[in-house]
């Protein structure tokens, strides 16, 4: 898994969305372990400008989760993979 330091894939992820290149719903559910609570973060992808990501079609409807000890944890890696299914070049991630 490369390192998500310096990386803000969230805020990437949603500056797409202000833009009206990706729409998605997004759910939390907090998940106790024992006495430890762990976050999932959801994000239903429900529409996508797709000349802007060619042969991305069957990421529409689509849903992606992770797990995190953090909701801000979770929605970073659910971000992140979402840009990596979308081929978002490293570099703009900001």
Not at 3 to 26: A, D, P
Request: aromatic share 10%; no cysteine; hydrophobic share 35%.
């Amino acid at each position: 898994m490369a390192t998500m330091t310096g990386k803000r894939y969230w805020l990437t992820l949603h500056n797409l969305q202000q833009k009206g290149v990706i729409s998605y719903t997004e759910e939390r559910k907090e998940i106790w372990r024992g006495e430890n609570v762990e976050w999932q973060f959801l994000i239903h992808i429900t529409s996508l400008d797709l000349p802007s990501f060619p042969g991305s079609e069957n990421l529409v409807g689509q849903s992606y989760w992770e797990y995190g000890a953090r909701v801000k944890d979770a929605k970073e890696l659910v971000a992140r993979n979402i840009l990596l299914s979308l081929k978002v070049d490293e570099k703009d991630i900001k």
